[in-house]
T-cell receptor
Framework: GAVVSQHPSWVICKSGTSVKIECRSL??????MFWYRQFPKQSLMLMAT?????????EQGVEKDKFLINHASLTLSTLTVTSAHPEDSSFYIC????????????FGSGTRLTVV | QKEVEQDPGPLSVPEGAIVSLNCTYS??????FMWYRQYSRKGPELLMY????GNKEDGRFTAQVDKSSKYISLFIRDSQPSDSATYLC?????????????FGKGTKLSVIP
């Protein structure tokens, strides 16, 4: 089945620094990828929709200047958390759909970000 | 009213029991329904994907959709300790293209040996 590879799986960074998270679709092209955030014991909250070759669409309340999304190719989308603060500590997950398979959406393994 | 309602549990059952997980949704425009399993600190894993009312079976898992009552269920037969996870229901407006999913809150399941 479709696989979405997400890296890193775990990162600790100092407050004020930036962190980049990568998501790659393996063996399929993803013109659209979705980025989610998940707090402990909560469901997934959609942050933004990443479209290859165009600007991402952000959900209400998500700062686009803080969460930079780049989808430069059909298999790679990146989320950069800029000037990270402790309140940005969370679990970030990406998702994409292999349209050729006609199945549901495949998720990456997630990135646990801790800002100290 | 949230678009997708799901009892967060937690739900605890003995090994071998039949588990019933349920969600209701309010928007009749939702046409596609999915169940995901999420282990702690991992990304969600797709279990079932369906778009029509009725039952869909895959091994020990059966997904049931009743569009008339806007009710979706996941049944797990002969539950195993390895089934202990959080189960998320999700809906989408369309099966064509890539549309954002709407998730329930998730139900935490524990299967006790």
């Amino acid at each position: 089945g479709a696989v979405v590879s997400q890296h890193p799986s775990w990162v600790i960074c100092k407050s004020g620094t930036s962190v980049k998270i990568e998501c790659r679709s393996l063996d399929f092209q993803a013109t659209t990828m979705f980025w989610y955030r998940q707090f402990p014991k909560q469901s997934l909250m959609l942050m933004a929709t990443s479209n290859e070759g165009s600007k991402a669409t952000y959900e209400q309340g998500v700062e686009k200047d803080k969460f930079l999304i780049n989808h430069a190719s059909l298999t790679l989308s990146t989320l950069t958390v800029t000037s990270a603060h402790p309140e940005d500590s969370s679990f970030y997950i990406c998702s994409a759909r292999d349209l050729g398979q006609g199945n549901g959406y495949t998720f990456g393994s997630g990135t646990r970000l801790t800002v100290v | 009213q949230k678009e997708v309602e799901q009892d967060p549990g937690p739900l605890s059952v003995p090994e071998g029991a039949i588990v019933s997980l349920n969600c209701t949704y309010s928007n009749s425009a939702f046409q596609y329904f999915m169940w995901y399993r999420q282990y702690s600190r991992k990304g969600p894993e797709l279990l079932m994907y369906t778009y029509s009312s009725g039952n869909k079976e895959d091994g020990r898992f059966t997904a049931q959709v009743d569009k008339s009552s806007k009710y979706i269920s996941l049944f797990i037969r002969d539950s195993q300790p390895s089934d202990s996870a959080t189960y998320l229901c999700a809906t989408a407006y369309s099966g064509a293209g890539s549309y954002q999913l709407t998730f329930g809150k998730g139900t935490k399941l524990s299967v006790i040996p």
